[in-house]
C-alpha cells in the first residue's frame, strides 16, 4: 500500500492515541480502565482536539508557551479534567523543533511571555504543584513574581526540575524521552513494546507525578513494583489492579511515554505488526 | 469551561472514535475485543488519518466520490485492512452537507466522475460486493460499464440498495441515520446510550455486511438476538462473545451507529456525561 508521509501532527497524535490504548499499563487509564472521573474517550477526544495546536507547534513559529496554552484550552472541551498537560510540554517542543535538538533550541528561545502564557495555561488545569512553590500557579501574585524576575519559561522549568520529572526533561535534553525511545526500538515492531517501555521507564526512577499526590515513599515502592515485573516477580495485571485501587496514577511516566512513542514513529518504529 | 464549538471535522472524528470505543458492542471491534487483523488500534488510527479528507468534506465544495476515495487512500496507512469504508460512505456527503438535507443535495448532484472515483477507493479496499454483481469492482470492465452508461454515484447507490444498507441510505434519505440520532437523544446523555443505539438498529434489519459474509439467515438470526438481548432475554456479553467467535460481526450497523453519533453530537446529545 502506497502511502503518504505521516506528519508530525499526525505521529503526536498517534503516539497520544498508542499510550492510552497500552495495556496492561499499570495504575493509568487504558483501553480496559477508566478512572471514575477520566475515561479512555476523554484521553481519545484531546488526542483529536490538540490538532490546531499541534498543527500550529508544527509550523515552526510563534512561541512554545502560548501554543502549549492553545493544546491546553482546546483540550479542556470534556469534562475528564487534564489528561495531556505534561505531554504537551514534551510534544510542543518536540513538534515544533522536529526533535530533540530542534527542540533544545526552541526552549533556549522562551521568554518571558512564554512563562507568563504557560503560567495560564497552567491554571487552567487541575494539575497539582509542589505545595510550598513560591511559584503557586493559583497565587495571582505569581505572574507577577516571573515578570519581576524577568524569568523565561526555561527558567521555570529549571525551577520545577527538581520535583517534576517533566520539567527536568527540557532542563537535561529529553534524556528519559530519547531512552524511552530506544527503548521502544529495542523491543521491537509491535504495540507490545509500548507497556514495557512505560514499565522500564517507570522502574528507572520515581514519578513525581505519584511524588506529588501519594508522597516520596509510595512513589519509589511504585519504582520497585515496575522493576518486580520486568523481573518476572510480580504479574502486571495484579500490579495494575492494585494500583488502580489505590488510585496511584503513574501519569508523568505516561507523559514520557508518549513522547518516546513520538520520537521512535520518526526513526522507523512501528506499532503496527 | 469556555469551549470552542466543535467542528463538523471534530464531530465526525468523535464519532468514529465513540463508536469503535462503546462497549459491548456485539460482534464489532470495540474497547475490549480485536480481531486477529484489525484491532482498536487500526480503527483509532484511522479517525487520525481521516482528517485531511473531512477537512475537505466541510469545505462543501470539490466532488464527493473523489473525497470518500481520498478518505480511503489516507485511513489504509496501517495493516488493519478496511476500517471505515461504509462509515466514509455516511459521513463524508453528511459532512459535505452539514446534514441530511444537505447530503441529499450534495447526491443528487453526483456524477460519472464521482462514479469512478468512488469505484477506484472500492478497489483499494477488502470489502466484498455481492458475488454476482455485473458491476465487480474486480472486473476492469466495470469502469467501461459506468462510463458507457453515463452512471453517476447515485445510480450505483441505487444499483445497490437491495442489497446493501449503507448505499440504501443514500437513495432513501438516511432513514436508520436519522433513527439512530434520534434514539442517541432519547435514550440520553451519555456514553453508554450508544451500544443500545447500535443493538436497537442491529434488531431492526438484517445487516448486509453479515449478509455478504455468512448469508441470510445468520444476519437474521443475528438481528433476532438483538432483539433478545434489549428484551432482557440475552446478556449482551454473551452475545458479542458468540458473534466474535464464529466471526460474525455487524459492520454496516456500525457504519451507520457512527453516522447517526455524528447527526447527534451536532443536535445536542452529549456522550460527556
Keep these: 500500500m502506497t502511502c503518504h508521509q505521516m506528519t508530525r501532527v499526525e505521529r503526536a497524535q498517534l503516539a497520544m492515541m498508542l499510550e492510552v490504548c497500552a495495556y496492561p499499563k499499570p495504575g493509568n487509564v487504558d483501553r480496559c480502565h477508566d478512572y471514575p472521573d477520566t475515561r479512555l474517550e ?5 488526542t483529536i482536539m490538540a490538532r490546531p495546536a499541534l498543527e500550529e507547534a508544527s509550523r515552526g513559529s510563534g512561541r512554545i508557551g502560548e501554543i502549549i496554552g492553545h493544546a491546553v484550552r482546546d483540550t479542556n472541551c470534556h469534562e475528564g479534567g487534564n489528561t495531556h498537560f505534561g505531554a504537551f510540554i514534551l510534544l510542543i517542543p518536540l513538534v515544533y523543533g522536529d526533535g530533540i535538538d530542534g527542540a533544545l533550541e526552541a526552549i533556549a528561545k522562551t521568554d518571558t511571555s512564554d512563562a507568563i502564557a504557560f503560567y495560564k495555561a497552567f491554571a487552567m488545569t487541575a494539575v497539582r504543584m509542589n505545595e510550598t512553590d513560591e511559584l503557586d500557579v493559583n497565587d495571582p501574585h505569581t505572574l507577577t513574581l516571573i515578570r519581576e524576575r524577568d524569568m523565561t519559561l526555561l527558567d521555570i522549568m529549571q525551577h520545577s526540575a527538581a520535583h517534576d520529572m517533566i520539567a527536568r526533561e527540557w532542563v537535561t535534553g529529553f534524556p528519559q524521552t530519547r531512552r524511552g525511545a530506544d527503548l521502544l526500538k529495542e523491543l521491537g515492531l509491535g504495540r507490545n513494546s509500548i507497556t514495557d517501555t512505560f514499565l522500564t521507564l517507570l522502574a528507572a526512577e520515581p514519578d513525581t507525578f505519584i511524588i506529588k499526590k501519594h508522597g516520596n515513599a509510595i512513589a519509589r515502592e511504585t519504582m520497585e513494583r515496575a522493576r518486580d515485573v520486568l523481573d518476572g516477580n510480580l504479574s ?12 496511584i496514577n503513574p501519569g508523568s511516566v505516561a507523559d514520557i511515554t508518549i513522547a518516546a512513542i513520538y520520537l521512535a ?7 503496527d505488526s
Design 42 to 46: 476523554h484521553f481519545l477526544a484531546s
Design 236 to 247: 502486571a495485571t495484579s500490579f495494575d489492579a492494585d494500583l488502580i485501587q489505590r488510585g
Design 265 to 271: 514513529l520518526g526513526e522507523g518504529w512501528s506499532w
